[in-house]
């Protein structure tokens, strides 16, 4: 836990950080959903949301207030403690883990170190995919307890594709575990700092993992946008199957929730991956106090924002996998890469070592 | 906190090769085309045998292997060696079965293997979470291949009558092992001995007991004693025959040596414990032998009847642990050879005798076996005299070890018990007996003949039968003089 | 520190009655989950954080999540009320755990007390120092377990694959 | 020649040897399987025959001995000899399977094989009880003997065979379990299984046991060997079992296996606790009075002839236990030639029995009458034997049970006036028998039609008889081959000189009025034999 | 710190409801589900004593039991999805096709 001498203090920086984050990481939320629009919309060559607001800018203002004001429609034979908690389950779990991300390095204020991070574990990476291994049961408890077929379907679906890809997800980073040596993100991040030296041409990129661990990224990344059920990996809703997946028996507000959530999450593992193999925060650093606080945060949100985009992307480009396809791509592909890389990694770690 | 060496490996050859030849198994299982799956059998069986090799051969190496939480000696080397041949007879037996019923995939082989395994960890640990995760291993193993016949509803609800209080017992011997951590600081049997031993006011006696009783009933469940037993007859009824020889031998036939390795050789030297553990053995003894013989003598189905004997069987090796010491382990040692062969002999024939899908294993199908089957109602009747304890059988130097054990240990009283509960199990024995040969009527069982390999299986146990049952001194010898520094 | 231990043990202590005496599967899984959550913060405070999060990843995020599914998938609804037998174990059994607990209770508390605080020498229990550990001297049972698993998998194929 | 030094595992396992070429005959010829089991039997009693000729009767000791080591853990060894108590009954076994294959010739259509293989392995069971002279392998044969025994009486009994068979089977258990008790107890005590050397340990005080151990020790044998003799309340089996087996297993089962329990006794409960014996003597003297006239009265009532065959042999077998429980050379002398008496007389009693059943199907004696008339020959053979059987003079029963109540009268008058009693009884229940199924009117029509004995059955019978007829008029030779055996047994069980037992016998001349000729005889035998 | 006899009471409590939950429930799933908090009361005793002692293995220990229970828990579920596409009820009492 910190290292804080005065409760009080941790106390008040905490709730702080905690309101802070939460606040930035909605209204990102809100606008990644206008740029996820726009973009789409561009890349299929329409305008996308433009009325509200300059180049539609205020939709998502009028998208929440929409959502807030609907009436909340719930299937008469739904379980009623279960539907209910689903998409706070989602909510929970999709913000559990921001907490311990590290957006930043640390500066003082009035005598006291601040992290810019929530809390910093030892074990931040394990809590991260703990947090996420329970996301599984919004989706599938709100699949069923809708009690109708088609949310009951798309939760199964769910279920099965994020216990699936989970398994390689969690693959991909080992690789990157293995060369750290901790789990503590903070830690990772600092591994990563410098260019390579004795690298001859390539002495100018930066030490991230990526250049280490390019196919532990590879799978990493792909499992990710499964976990998150993104096209391609979108099965449990997709919409010419299933109408919605899990969720179509919700509205209004819970259904803003998943959507919340959803969004949450791609920002989590986007950060992640950010951390993990882009070097999170690190980068030119210069100026004064001030501006080097700042500047990693930005960095690391510029980084943040490549994968958001990359996210939208694929969304835009990239069509469908059948089920079976999909199952077959995370067990018979994903895994045995999965294994491979880890293989490899310590051999050749083993080799190096000796 | 040793480094691993090829020596360690060296002392765990036999499951090694074990493991390595279920892989194979499962690995030429999809290029196997059906229909041709009994080589999957064969090549198991092949394991079975290098690894009875590597087994004779490690014997020259004996000591301890991974931090000491493997050990082979003579008392785990001879168990292993049965184990494979319980492992090797049912193989033996079951390759005709499965390929008449329609179930011969190589999963079945590789489950077997699995299991021998996991039994083979249980026997060879000295410490107690490897004896857990050997225990998990063959309970899985037996599990699935309970319930093998997935479609069918007395092997289904065989697998989840016997998973659902498998995995209830599991969880009170792990408790136990919990507590034994907590008391001692240490799950490595002989440093708990050690720890004990010379510092016995480091442990409240009665928090000792608890551990006691609560390993106790863990493994209790694992040989069916009373009143842990409640789950055996369905089990053994509802799964399919040749499994159900597996189960009945092997896992308990391990569970046996944990019990001794843990009562016996831990527990037994302890002041505190030992009057404990005394008493826990003696009771469980005489309640599983009446209970399971009495029970035994209204059986109408002949795997129920078996179900019932093998829980009064396991009341008398009971009996050998209860005297403990050198003399008892031997007994229960040699006890379990025997039953071994006879048991797997029974069940395989009867497997074979049942016909397609096991229809017929009530007694009253069995009438007239003698008179169109003679060979096979004289086999049956063997593994049945042997069973209720005929001198010039393995089954009555068994007793006879077990018993003389008892009476070393001045326990009288339960020796006196266990005769008459052997004398009861006559009657029921020979009802099988006296369907074959005494009934009147067209018998119903199968008569196809005897496939080749279940013959040989057949022909080794009922050789194993006589001529232990003639010259048992052999072996007995050579469990005395197992050499093993916790007895 | 030590207050949160005991407001988590009371939250595991009610989800385990709710396990126990709901009457719909789904609320009995959740409220387990809610015991294992339970339980990963009491090892948390118990110094064995990495523990805590496999508790978290594989029991109620892979375990649980299968029973969830299964309850799910075979639609397990109410339990109706129980049926003819066995009404023996269900007079006899509680009686004799409550007589079990408090037996245990009044032993753990003889041998340990209110004193015997579960003092910590300060150990490090990070995931390196349990690897460490369990590459050395549980190399053994760590590779055996790849057999259990193996096995596992194989049952899970054997009895649930519609056609083998 | 080693098979001379080995001949009593020939004589043991001969048996087995027929039984296992029986095996590999082929089914369908049963006249082969006859053929063969005939020949080994005969072999048998022929290897029986040798060792009479090769026993010296005035040598102590046990004799044929061999002893091996068979078993290191417990020491169990090969131990092979035999006195003159084992030698008459071995030969009477030897005499009598053969006659059991014959007269199952044409009775066991059914399964001939196996009966063959059955009854041939249960001689090599009996005889193998006779050799032991370790307790292990003693027991051994004792188990082992059930088995066949058990199967020739379940399958090819009559009516509720398995029911009799299953009861035979339960009681010897019980009773063999308790001997395997005190065998282990005797083994961890003496550290030993051989009989000899026990006795030697328990003679010289080296093994000295408590007064409670010897008596515990004293009926845990002796209740195993009461099951199967057997004496008054543990006798309930043995009508069922007689009634229900085969004639040949009836054969078996009277001509020798009851006389296993007697031999047991005689064997281990009075040499081995003599002090129990002593004790517990009047007890089972009653028990053997009580015996002699309840087996008397239920054979009086009986309208199955065959039941009433069986319960005779109460009555008989009765007579060997209070002859044995009276500790003087003629009670003891008179008990086993009783023993082999019973096997030859009763044996062919339920032989011709057999007969009968295979001619008409019936045992009910009111169902027969008049037989003289129709079957003559057959009818003077039966009535020679029952006369055997009840104690004529001149023919072997007289003198058994002749001795037998002189030495119950010297143990106890009132034994002795009962036991003379039960002589009566006998001779109504036979000779009421007797007269109701062969003297009279033939009453039904049916048994005009039988036929009288054919030429094998008249084989059977004179053998039968000669040897009724030359062990009434000349016992001699039986009874000198045991003289030195018994005189072992009473200076073990009696702590006073037997002299003095010798010096007492002419003061019992007040029963001479039923005992005329071989008196003299007997007593100057018995007078050189005890010293 | 927190003693460690109260730790131990709550695994204890845990495994008796554990187990009571056994022995009265009659829905085979729920029946499962009992069992795993068995093994819950297990481990956190086996946390409780690694604490009070030198080592790590106590801790480590709990990781195989969590390995066993995934293992458990994958063939349980199968057994048990068997044992409805059979009967179509996940009753105990309706296992009983063998008489008791």
């Given at each position: 836990m910190a290292t804080f001498s005065d409760t009080e203090f941790f106390l008040i920086e905490t709730v702080i950080k905690i309101a802070l984050i939460m606040f930035i990481l909605l209204t990102a939320i809100a606008y990644l959903t206008w740029l996820e629009r726009k973009v789409i919309a561009h890349i299929q060559s329409r305008w996308g949301p433009y009325l509200v607001g300059p180049h539609g800018l205020l939709q998502p203002l009028a998208d929440g207030l929409k959502f807030m004001f609907k009436e909340d429609i719930a299937p008469l034979e739904a379980d009623p403690v279960v539907y209910w908690l689903a998409p706070f389950l989602a909510f929970l779990m999709a913000f559990l883990s921001i907490a311990v991300i590290p957006f930043g390095e640390s500066f003082t204020l009035a005598g006291h170190v601040i992290q810019l991070q929530i809390t910093d574990l030892n074990v931040g990476l394990l809590f991260v995919f703990a947090v996420t291994s329970l996301g599984v049961y919004s989706v599938a408890l709100a699949g069923w307890s809708s009690n109708s077929k088609y949310p009951l379907l798309g939760g199964l679906r769910s279920s099965a594709q994020m216990i699936s890809y989970e398994v390689s997800l969690s693959l991909g980073v080992i690789g990157v575990l293995m060369i750290a040596g901790t789990l503590s993100l903070r830690e990772i991040v600092n591994q990563q700092a410098g260019l390579w030296a004795h690298a001859g041409l390539f002495s100018v990129l930066p030490r991230w993992n990526l250049f280490l661990q390019p196919l532990g990224f590879l799978i990493y990344f792909t499992a990710a946008i499964a976990e998150t059920n993104r096209i391609p990996f979108d099965l449990p809703e997709g919409e010419t199957e299933l109408v919605a997946g899990f969720h179509t028996e919700y509205s209004s507000f819970k259904f803003a929730i998943f959507f919340m959530s959803e969004y949450a999450n791609m920002v989590t593992v986007s950060a992640i991956a950010t951390l993990l193999f882009f070097g999170g925060w690190l980068g030119p650093s210069f100026g004064p106090y001030w501006l080097r606080v700042i500047l990693p945060v930005l960095w690391f949100c510029l980084k943040l924002f490549c994968f958001l985009f990359f996210y939208i992307w694929v969304r835009g480009t990239l069509p469908r996998f059948r089920y079976d396809q999909l199952m077959a791509f995370g067990w018979k592909f994903l895994l045995p890469l999965g294994l491979l890389n880890i293989l490899v990694t310590s051999f050749v770690m083993a080799w190096l070592h000796s | 906190m040793t480094s691993v060496g090829s020596a360690d490996f060296i002392r765990i050859l036999p499951e090694l090769i074990l493991s390595v030849f279920a892989l194979l198994v499962m690995m030429l299982e999809p290029v196997t085309p059906l229909g041709k799956k009994t080589v999957l059998g064969w090549v198991a069986i092949a394991g079975v045998i290098l690894a009875g090799l590597a087994s004779f051969a490690i014997a020259y190496f004996p000591g301890s292997a991974f931090s000491a939480s493997i050990s082979n000696d003579g008392f785990s080397n001879y168990l292993i060696e049965l184990l494979l041949l319980i492992a090797g007879l049912v193989l033996l037996g079951s390759m005709a079965y499965l390929e008449r019923d329609a179930i011969d995939h190589g999963e079945f082989y590789a489950l077997i293997l699995m299991a021998t395994v996991g039994a083979a960890f249980m026997v060879a640990s000295t410490e107690l979470i490897m004896v857990f995760i050997g225990l998990e291993i063959s309970s899985i193993s037996t599990y699935i291949l309970a319930g093998y016949k997935r479609g069918e509803m007395q092997s289904n609800e065989s697998s989840v009558k016997y998973f659902l209080l498998g995995s209830f017992a599991t969880a009170f011997f792990l408790y136990g092992i919990a507590f034994v951590y907590g008391l001692t600081g240490t799950t490595n049997l002989d440093v708990v001995r050690e720890t004990l031993v010379n510092s016995p006011q480091s442990a409240s006696p009665q928090l000792l007991w608890l551990a006691v009783i609560l390993m106790f009933v863990g493994l209790a469940f694992k040989v069916s004693t009373v009143p842990f037993q409640i789950w055996t007859p369905d089990v053994y009824q509802g799964a399919p025959a040749p499994v159900t020889a597996f189960l009945s031998t092997a896992p308990k036939a391990a569970a046996f040596a944990v019990l001794v390795r843990v009562f016996v050789g831990s527990f037994d030297h302890v002041a505190s414990a030992g009057p404990v553990v005394f008493w826990l053995l003696w009771i469980s003894a005489v309640l599983t032998m009446c209970l399971g013989n009495l029970a035994a003598l209204w059986q109408s189905n002949v795997k129920r009847l078996l179900a019932y004997s093998s829980i009064a069987h396991a009341g008398y090796m009971l009996v050998g642990i209860t005297a403990g010491g050198a003399e008892g382990t031997s007994a229960v040692l040699f006890y379990l050879a025997g039953y071994a062969l006879m048991n797997v002999g029974a069940f395989i024939l009867i497997a074979h005798l049942a016909g397609s899908d096991e229809r017929y294993t009530n007694v009253q199908d069995f009438t007239g076996l003698a008179a169109d089957r003679p060979g096979m109602a004289a086999c049956l009747t063997v593994f049945m005299l042997s069973l209720a304890g005929f001198?010039?059988?393995?089954g009555f130097f068994a007793k006879f070890y077990v018993f003389r054990s008892a009476m070393h240990a001045h326990l009288t009283g339960l020796t006196i018990i266990a005769l008459l509960n052997s004398v009861v199990s006559v009657y029921y024995y020979l009802a099988l007996v006296v369907a074959m040969y005494m009934g009147e009527g067209k018998t119903q069982v199968s008569e196809s003949s005897v496939p080749r390999a279940l013959g040989f299986a057949i022909a080794v146990s009922l050789l194993g039968i006589f001529f232990l049952g003639l010259f048992p001194s052999g072996l007995l010898r050579d469990l005395n003089s197992l050499h093993v520094p916790w007895l | 520190m030590e207050i949160l231990f005991y407001i988590f043990g009371v939250v595991a202590i009610v989800a385990a009655l709710s396990v126990v005496f709901q009457r719909t599967p789904v609320y009995s899984a959740l409220s387990l989950i809610v015991v294992l959550a339970a339980l990963a913060v009491i090892y948390l405070l118990l110094g064995a954080p990495f523990i805590a999060m496999v508790q978290v990843i594989v029991y109620a995020g892979a375990i649980m999540v299968l029973f969830v599914l299964v309850i799910m998938l075979l639609n397990a609804g109410h339990e109706g009320p129980s049926a003819h037998r066995a009404k023996f174990a269900r007079w006899v059994g509680p009686p004799l755990l409550l007589a079990f607990l408090v037996e245990f209770g009044v032993i753990v508390w003889k041998q340990y007390g209110l004193t015997g605080a579960a003092s910590a020498p300060a150990l490090d229990a990070s995931p390196a120092a349990i690897g460490r550990l369990l590459f050395k001297s549980y190399i053994l049972p760590f590779e055996v377990t790849s057999i259990l698993i193996l096995v596992a998998v194989l049952g899970a194929v054997v009895l649930a694959k519609k056609q083998l | 020649m080693p098979l001379s030094s080995h001949i009593l595992t020939v004589a043991t396992f001969l048996p087995l040897v027929g039984a296992a070429i029986i095996a590999f005959l082929p089914r369908e010829n049963s006249g082969r399987v006859r053929m063969v089991a005939l020949i080994f039997s005969l072999l048998t009693f022929l290897v029986t025959l040798a060792l009479i000729f090769g026993f010296s009767r005035t040598a102590g000791g046990f004799q044929f001995e061999e002893n091996y080591a068979w078993i290191t853990s417990p020491p169990i060894h090969y131990h092979m000899g035999i006195d003159g108590l084992s030698l008459i009954l071995i030969v009477l076994t030897g005499f009598l399977t053969p006659l059991c294959v014959l007269v199952s010739w044409t009775g066991i259509t059914e399964r001939t094989k196996e009966f063959h293989i059955f009854l041939l392995a249960l001689e090599t069971g009996v005889i193998g009880v006779f050799v032991s002279l370790d307790l292990f392998l003693f027991f051994v044969f004792w188990e082992v003997m059930l088995i066949p025994m058990y199967f020739l009486i379940g399958i090819w009994g009559h009516g509720r065979k398995v029911y009799a068979a299953v009861k035979f089977i339960l009681y010897t258990m019980v009773g063999s379990a308790l001997m395997l008790v005190g065998i282990i107890f005797l083994y961890e005590r003496?550290?030993?299984?051989?009989y000899p050397q026990i006795l030697a340990q328990l003679s010289d005080g080296s093994l000295p046991l408590t007064h409670t151990t010897e008596s515990l020790l004293f009926w845990a044998f002796l209740i195993a060997f009461a099951i199967k003799v057997p004496l008054f309340p543990l006798h309930t089996w043995l009508p069922d079992a007689h009634t229900e087996a085969p004639t040949a297993g009836s054969v078996i089962l009277a001509g020798v296996l009851l006389k296993m329990g007697t031999y047991g006794m005689l064997r281990f409960c009075l040499p081995l606790f003599p002090n129990a014996s002593r004790e517990f003597a009047g007890l089972l003297s009653v028990l053997a009075v009580i015996g002699i006239i309840y087996g008397a009265l239920v054979s009086m009532v009986q309208p199955d002839l065959k039941r009433l065959v069986a319960y005779s042999s109460v009555a008989h077998l009765g007579f060997v236990v209070l002859g044995i429980f009276a500790f003087n050379v003629q009670g003891m002398e008179g008990a086993i030639y009783q023993m082999v008496n019973h096997g030859v007389s009763t044996g062919a009693l339920f032989m011709m029995v057999g007969m009968l059943y295979d001619r008409r199907h019936t045992r009910l004696i009111k169902d027969f009458g008049g037989l003289g008339t129709t079957i003559p020959v057959f009818s003077t053979f039966f009535m020679i034997v029952t006369l055997s059987s009840l104690g004529l003079p001149m023919l072997n029963g007289f003198v058994g049970e002749f001795l037998i109540i002189i030495g119950a009268f010297h143990a106890r008058v009132l034994w002795g006036t009962l036991a003379a009693v039960g002589v009566i009884l006998a001779a109504v229940y036979l000779l009421w028998m007797y007269q109701r199924v062969f003297l009279g009117e033939v009453t039904d029509e049916k048994n005009r039609e039988i036929p009288d004995c054919n030429r094998r059955e008249k084989w059977l019978l004179t053998a039968t008889v000669a040897v009724i007829i030359f062990m009434g008029i000349y016992p001699q030779p039986f009874l000198r081959q045991m003289d030195v055996s018994v005189a072992r047994v009473l200076t073990r069980v009696n702590p006073e000189p037997v002299a003095a037992h010798n010096s007492k016998l002419p003061a019992a001349p007040a029963q001479a009025q039923m005992a005329p000729p071989p008196r003299p005889r007997n007593r100057a035998t018995t007078g050189g034999a005890s010293r | 710190m927190i003693p460690l006899s109260h730790i131990l009471l709550l695994s204890v409590i845990l495994f008796t409801l554990g187990a009571a939950g056994f022995i009265i429930r009659r829905n085979v799933i729920t029946v499962f589900m009992c069992i795993e908090l068995m093994l819950n009361a297990v481990n956190l005793a086996f946390i409780a004593f690694a604490r009070r002692l030198p080592g790590l293995d106590g801790q480590l220990f709990v990781f195989f039991v969590i390995v066993v229970a995934a293992a458990e828990a994958a063939v349980g579920l199968a057994i048990i999805v068997a044992l409805y596409r059979n009967r179509n009820s996940l009753a105990i009492d309706d296992v009983d096709s063998m008489k008791l």
């Amino acid at each position: 836990m910190a290292t804080f001498s005065d409760t009080e203090f941790f106390l008040i920086e905490t709730v702080i950080k905690i309101a802070l984050i939460m606040f930035i990481l909605l209204t990102a939320i809100a606008y990644l959903t206008w740029l996820e629009r726009k973009v789409i919309a561009h890349i299929q060559s329409r305008w996308g949301p433009y009325l509200v607001g300059p180049h539609g800018l205020l939709q998502p203002l009028a998208d929440g207030l929409k959502f807030m004001f609907k009436e909340d429609i719930a299937p008469l034979e739904a379980d009623p403690v279960v539907y209910w908690l689903a998409p706070f389950l989602a909510f929970l779990m999709a913000f559990l883990s921001i907490a311990v991300i590290p957006f930043g390095e640390s500066f003082t204020l009035a005598g006291h170190v601040i992290q810019l991070q929530i809390t910093d574990l030892n074990v931040g990476l394990l809590f991260v995919f703990a947090v996420t291994s329970l996301g599984v049961y919004s989706v599938a408890l709100a699949g069923w307890s809708s009690n109708s077929k088609y949310p009951l379907l798309g939760g199964l679906r769910s279920s099965a594709q994020m216990i699936s890809y989970e398994v390689s997800l969690s693959l991909g980073v080992i690789g990157v575990l293995m060369i750290a040596g901790t789990l503590s993100l903070r830690e990772i991040v600092n591994q990563q700092a410098g260019l390579w030296a004795h690298a001859g041409l390539f002495s100018v990129l930066p030490r991230w993992n990526l250049f280490l661990q390019p196919l532990g990224f590879l799978i990493y990344f792909t499992a990710a946008i499964a976990e998150t059920n993104r096209i391609p990996f979108d099965l449990p809703e997709g919409e010419t199957e299933l109408v919605a997946g899990f969720h179509t028996e919700y509205s209004s507000f819970k259904f803003a929730i998943f959507f919340m959530s959803e969004y949450a999450n791609m920002v989590t593992v986007s950060a992640i991956a950010t951390l993990l193999f882009f070097g999170g925060w690190l980068g030119p650093s210069f100026g004064p106090y001030w501006l080097r606080v700042i500047l990693p945060v930005l960095w690391f949100c510029l980084k943040l924002f490549c994968f958001l985009f990359f996210y939208i992307w694929v969304r835009g480009t990239l069509p469908r996998f059948r089920y079976d396809q999909l199952m077959a791509f995370g067990w018979k592909f994903l895994l045995p890469l999965g294994l491979l890389n880890i293989l490899v990694t310590s051999f050749v770690m083993a080799w190096l070592h000796s | 906190m040793t480094s691993v060496g090829s020596a360690d490996f060296i002392r765990i050859l036999p499951e090694l090769i074990l493991s390595v030849f279920a892989l194979l198994v499962m690995m030429l299982e999809p290029v196997t085309p059906l229909g041709k799956k009994t080589v999957l059998g064969w090549v198991a069986i092949a394991g079975v045998i290098l690894a009875g090799l590597a087994s004779f051969a490690i014997a020259y190496f004996p000591g301890s292997a991974f931090s000491a939480s493997i050990s082979n000696d003579g008392f785990s080397n001879y168990l292993i060696e049965l184990l494979l041949l319980i492992a090797g007879l049912v193989l033996l037996g079951s390759m005709a079965y499965l390929e008449r019923d329609a179930i011969d995939h190589g999963e079945f082989y590789a489950l077997i293997l699995m299991a021998t395994v996991g039994a083979a960890f249980m026997v060879a640990s000295t410490e107690l979470i490897m004896v857990f995760i050997g225990l998990e291993i063959s309970s899985i193993s037996t599990y699935i291949l309970a319930g093998y016949k997935r479609g069918e509803m007395q092997s289904n609800e065989s697998s989840v009558k016997y998973f659902l209080l498998g995995s209830f017992a599991t969880a009170f011997f792990l408790y136990g092992i919990a507590f034994v951590y907590g008391l001692t600081g240490t799950t490595n049997l002989d440093v708990v001995r050690e720890t004990l031993v010379n510092s016995p006011q480091s442990a409240s006696p009665q928090l000792l007991w608890l551990a006691v009783i609560l390993m106790f009933v863990g493994l209790a469940f694992k040989v069916s004693t009373v009143p842990f037993q409640i789950w055996t007859p369905d089990v053994y009824q509802g799964a399919p025959a040749p499994v159900t020889a597996f189960l009945s031998t092997a896992p308990k036939a391990a569970a046996f040596a944990v019990l001794v390795r843990v009562f016996v050789g831990s527990f037994d030297h302890v002041a505190s414990a030992g009057p404990v553990v005394f008493w826990l053995l003696w009771i469980s003894a005489v309640l599983t032998m009446c209970l399971g013989n009495l029970a035994a003598l209204w059986q109408s189905n002949v795997k129920r009847l078996l179900a019932y004997s093998s829980i009064a069987h396991a009341g008398y090796m009971l009996v050998g642990i209860t005297a403990g010491g050198a003399e008892g382990t031997s007994a229960v040692l040699f006890y379990l050879a025997g039953y071994a062969l006879m048991n797997v002999g029974a069940f395989i024939l009867i497997a074979h005798l049942a016909g397609s899908d096991e229809r017929y294993t009530n007694v009253q199908d069995f009438t007239g076996l003698a008179a169109d089957r003679p060979g096979m109602a004289a086999c049956l009747t063997v593994f049945m005299l042997s069973l209720a304890g005929f001198p010039s059988t393995v089954g009555f130097f068994a007793k006879f070890y077990v018993f003389r054990s008892a009476m070393h240990a001045h326990l009288t009283g339960l020796t006196i018990i266990a005769l008459l509960n052997s004398v009861v199990s006559v009657y029921y024995y020979l009802a099988l007996v006296v369907a074959m040969y005494m009934g009147e009527g067209k018998t119903q069982v199968s008569e196809s003949s005897v496939p080749r390999a279940l013959g040989f299986a057949i022909a080794v146990s009922l050789l194993g039968i006589f001529f232990l049952g003639l010259f048992p001194s052999g072996l007995l010898r050579d469990l005395n003089s197992l050499h093993v520094p916790w007895l | 520190m030590e207050i949160l231990f005991y407001i988590f043990g009371v939250v595991a202590i009610v989800a385990a009655l709710s396990v126990v005496f709901q009457r719909t599967p789904v609320y009995s899984a959740l409220s387990l989950i809610v015991v294992l959550a339970a339980l990963a913060v009491i090892y948390l405070l118990l110094g064995a954080p990495f523990i805590a999060m496999v508790q978290v990843i594989v029991y109620a995020g892979a375990i649980m999540v299968l029973f969830v599914l299964v309850i799910m998938l075979l639609n397990a609804g109410h339990e109706g009320p129980s049926a003819h037998r066995a009404k023996f174990a269900r007079w006899v059994g509680p009686p004799l755990l409550l007589a079990f607990l408090v037996e245990f209770g009044v032993i753990v508390w003889k041998q340990y007390g209110l004193t015997g605080a579960a003092s910590a020498p300060a150990l490090d229990a990070s995931p390196a120092a349990i690897g460490r550990l369990l590459f050395k001297s549980y190399i053994l049972p760590f590779e055996v377990t790849s057999i259990l698993i193996l096995v596992a998998v194989l049952g899970a194929v054997v009895l649930a694959k519609k056609q083998l | 020649m080693p098979l001379s030094s080995h001949i009593l595992t020939v004589a043991t396992f001969l048996p087995l040897v027929g039984a296992a070429i029986i095996a590999f005959l082929p089914r369908e010829n049963s006249g082969r399987v006859r053929m063969v089991a005939l020949i080994f039997s005969l072999l048998t009693f022929l290897v029986t025959l040798a060792l009479i000729f090769g026993f010296s009767r005035t040598a102590g000791g046990f004799q044929f001995e061999e002893n091996y080591a068979w078993i290191t853990s417990p020491p169990i060894h090969y131990h092979m000899g035999i006195d003159g108590l084992s030698l008459i009954l071995i030969v009477l076994t030897g005499f009598l399977t053969p006659l059991c294959v014959l007269v199952s010739w044409t009775g066991i259509t059914e399964r001939t094989k196996e009966f063959h293989i059955f009854l041939l392995a249960l001689e090599t069971g009996v005889i193998g009880v006779f050799v032991s002279l370790d307790l292990f392998l003693f027991f051994v044969f004792w188990e082992v003997m059930l088995i066949p025994m058990y199967f020739l009486i379940g399958i090819w009994g009559h009516g509720r065979k398995v029911y009799a068979a299953v009861k035979f089977i339960l009681y010897t258990m019980v009773g063999s379990a308790l001997m395997l008790v005190g065998i282990i107890f005797l083994y961890e005590r003496s550290g030993s299984f051989d009989y000899p050397q026990i006795l030697a340990q328990l003679s010289d005080g080296s093994l000295p046991l408590t007064h409670t151990t010897e008596s515990l020790l004293f009926w845990a044998f002796l209740i195993a060997f009461a099951i199967k003799v057997p004496l008054f309340p543990l006798h309930t089996w043995l009508p069922d079992a007689h009634t229900e087996a085969p004639t040949a297993g009836s054969v078996i089962l009277a001509g020798v296996l009851l006389k296993m329990g007697t031999y047991g006794m005689l064997r281990f409960c009075l040499p081995l606790f003599p002090n129990a014996s002593r004790e517990f003597a009047g007890l089972l003297s009653v028990l053997a009075v009580i015996g002699i006239i309840y087996g008397a009265l239920v054979s009086m009532v009986q309208p199955d002839l065959k039941r009433l065959v069986a319960y005779s042999s109460v009555a008989h077998l009765g007579f060997v236990v209070l002859g044995i429980f009276a500790f003087n050379v003629q009670g003891m002398e008179g008990a086993i030639y009783q023993m082999v008496n019973h096997g030859v007389s009763t044996g062919a009693l339920f032989m011709m029995v057999g007969m009968l059943y295979d001619r008409r199907h019936t045992r009910l004696i009111k169902d027969f009458g008049g037989l003289g008339t129709t079957i003559p020959v057959f009818s003077t053979f039966f009535m020679i034997v029952t006369l055997s059987s009840l104690g004529l003079p001149m023919l072997n029963g007289f003198v058994g049970e002749f001795l037998i109540i002189i030495g119950a009268f010297h143990a106890r008058v009132l034994w002795g006036t009962l036991a003379a009693v039960g002589v009566i009884l006998a001779a109504v229940y036979l000779l009421w028998m007797y007269q109701r199924v062969f003297l009279g009117e033939v009453t039904d029509e049916k048994n005009r039609e039988i036929p009288d004995c054919n030429r094998r059955e008249k084989w059977l019978l004179t053998a039968t008889v000669a040897v009724i007829i030359f062990m009434g008029i000349y016992p001699q030779p039986f009874l000198r081959q045991m003289d030195v055996s018994v005189a072992r047994v009473l200076t073990r069980v009696n702590p006073e000189p037997v002299a003095a037992h010798n010096s007492k016998l002419p003061a019992a001349p007040a029963q001479a009025q039923m005992a005329p000729p071989p008196r003299p005889r007997n007593r100057a035998t018995t007078g050189g034999a005890s010293r | 710190m927190i003693p460690l006899s109260h730790i131990l009471l709550l695994s204890v409590i845990l495994f008796t409801l554990g187990a009571a939950g056994f022995i009265i429930r009659r829905n085979v799933i729920t029946v499962f589900m009992c069992i795993e908090l068995m093994l819950n009361a297990v481990n956190l005793a086996f946390i409780a004593f690694a604490r009070r002692l030198p080592g790590l293995d106590g801790q480590l220990f709990v990781f195989f039991v969590i390995v066993v229970a995934a293992a458990e828990a994958a063939v349980g579920l199968a057994i048990i999805v068997a044992l409805y596409r059979n009967r179509n009820s996940l009753a105990i009492d309706d296992v009983d096709s063998m008489k008791l």
